[in-house]
Each structure stands twice: as structure tokens, then as C-alpha cells.
């Protein structure tokens, strides 16, 4: 069974950084779509970045030119890391695992999730 564990949240000022990583199980990592959501309080659940199995990636327009999404097939982990951050980018983010075409992703197996928050 597919197992997402999500790491490297936290609290943050505004403007900072913080990289998210999650490890994941299973030996078809590196022939699956990783990518990472966010659901922020009282909010729906968001696609934020994606990364395919050869190494292409999407962003969400809220965070492309601040985000970047890649992975380590040799760890079997997808890292997210983001830059300037804002206090809107205050949410839960989820690592995902599944199918991506163009910014359109269909998740398989989700991560528990981790806290990241951005104070102003």
C-alpha cells in the first residue's frame, strides 16, 4: 500500500521560506505524478504544483514564480520548496500521488498533511 509522509511545515514571517518534503513507499514511485495540494480554513481544497514522471512541472498561478516543485527518484521523495511566502499561503499542504495532464491533477494517494503558516 502507497504510503505519502509529508514533513517541513511550520510557522513563518511573511517573505520567508520554508521547503516541504514527502517520502513516499512503493516501487513506482519514479513512473507516477507527485504533486501538492492546500486547504486552507474554511477553504476548498487547492491543486498547487505538479511533477511528472519524466521531470515536467505545473504551478497554480497563486504561487508560480515563488514555488518549485521537484522530486528525488533515488529517495523516493517530492520536495516543494517555496519563497516569499505570503500570509495567504497559510494552509494544510498535502502531498499527492497520481495522473497529471497540463494543470489538471487526479490524485491516487494523499498524504496526513502538514501545518504551514505565514504571519504577517
Known amino acids: 500500500q502507497r504510503q505519502l509522509v509529508e514533513s517541513g511545515g511550520g510557522l513563518v514571517e511573511a517573505g520567508g521560506s520554508l521547503r516541504l518534503s514527502c517520502a513516499a513507499s512503493g516501487s513506482i514511485f519514479s513512473t507516477i505524478a507527485m504533486g501538492w495540494f492546500r486547504q486552507a480554513p474554511g477553504k476548498q481544497r487547492e491543486w498547487v504544483a505538479g511533477?511528472?514522471?519524466?521531470?515536467?512541472?505545473r504551478y497554480a498561478d497563486s504561487v508560480k514564480g515563488r514555488f518549485t516543485i521537484s522530486r528525488d527518484n533515488a529517495k523516493n521523495t517530492v520536495y516543494l520548496q517555496m519563497n516569499g511566502l505570503k500570509p495567504e499561503d497559510t494552509a494544510v499542504y498535502y502531498c499527492?500521488?497520481?495522473?497529471?495532464?497540463?494543470?489538471?491533477?487526479?490524485?491516487?494517494?494523499w498524504g496526513q498533511g502538514t501545518q504551514v503558516t505565514v504571519s504577517s
Open positions: 511533477i511528472g514522471s519524466a521531470g515536467s512541472t
Open positions: 499527492a500521488a497520481g495522473r497529471m495532464i497540463a494543470t489538471i491533477f487526479q490524485s491516487d494517494y
